[in-house]
């Protein structure tokens, strides 16, 4: 065996031994694309933070053969603290379909605190604002359906959750309303001048 052969031995195993990027390693072991929920919540314990939507693929639409088939999605969120990344995971019914990683994560407070609105980005997600921000004094929500074609001769309908949070800063500030869509920030309104509670 040369040289040459004993590196190319020696990188495959480094190559081997890390994880595939779809996986984390989380608290108790490796979890990855496909995993079941139980798997995860074993491995990993219960998330920081949990969001759902629902989708429905329909098939032969307004025929006498059409077919819905429906299921809800979840995005768990792990905030593992300011010294890792935070983790965004995705089920389809109980599959792991994806992993991302997110911001640094933070220490949560326990105390209601108040931020700048101005400087939260569109985007952020709904865990980060309750973190920077505190919880609303206000919370709704709404549902919307989205509908687009997919072949051959079917449909998918998305429903997602529509919030909208009403920050309540005092008599010196205008009222603030988050609107989020699929627990994502959208929209940042200004309402009346807030008041003493």
């Avoid at 996986?23 to 995860?40: F, M, P, Q, T, Y």
């Avoid at 074609?149 to 988050?178: A, K, V």
């Amino acid at each position: 065996m040369t040289i040459r052969h004993i590196i190319l031995i020696g990188l495959g195993l480094v190559c081997l031994s890390h994880p595939p990027v779809w996986a984390w390693r989380c608290a108790h072991g490796l979890i990855s694309e496909h995993d079941s929920k139980l798997e995860v919540l074993n491995k990993c314990g219960e998330p920081d933070w949990k969001d759902y939507w629902h989708e429905a693929i329909i098939t032969w639409p307004d025929t006498d053969f059409e077919q819905r088939l429906a299921s809800v999605n979840e995005r768990w969120v792990y905030n593992p603290g300011p010294q890792a990344f935070m983790r965004f995971l995705t089920f389809n019914g109980s599959q792991l379909v994806s992993i991302e990683t997110g911001t640094r994560g933070f220490i949560a407070s326990t105390t209601a605190q108040r931020c700048q609105i101005n400087s939260l980005r569109l985007g952020t997600h709904e865990s980060m604002v309750v973190h920077q921000c505190g919880e609303p004094d206000l919370k709704e929500r709404a549902y919307a359906t989205f509908t687009r074609n997919i072949s051959p001769g079917g449909r998918q309908q998305i429903t997602i959750p529509i919030d909208e949070w009403t920050y309540n800063l005092g008599t010196t500030h205008f009222i603030r309303i988050l609107t989020f869509k699929n627990n994502q920030l959208i929209k940042i309104d200004t309402g009346d001048r807030g008041f003493s509670q």
